[in-house]
């Protein structure tokens, strides 16, 4: 077991004194290897890395309700809902490419996409809020 007052020096070893690290006595750096680089690893994007559109909603909902807020839960149902209906409209509007034999997805194949997978209310309102928001980027440059 240590003895009280163990924690300082004793007086053989002398005090500890920091030294300049110009005047320290170390190997020449010519004699020192030099330490291994280790190459950076590229991450993969797990489950729980994936990019998700959970930073807007809360931006969204500020708008329309500003005292509300949102639990992890219903970020997460809402994530899930989002990500599904993008994927099920841009497997639409890359169907609707294929078949016409093109090569590049354009705005109106999105808009058709939208056609088939909305009910025509949101389609209309979503249509609306994309001309919308496109006319402000194009304004914007």
Known sequence: MAEPGSGS?????GPLVCQDPEKASSPDRKQRKPRPRHRRRRRRLGTSQQPTFAIYFPKLLKEIHAGLSLSKEAKAVLDCFVRDLFERIAD????LVRNKRGSTLTYTDIQSGMRLVLPTQLYTYADSQANKALVKFISSK
């Open 9 to 13: 020096p004793s007086p053989a070893e």
């Open 92 to 95: 639409e509007a890359a169907s």
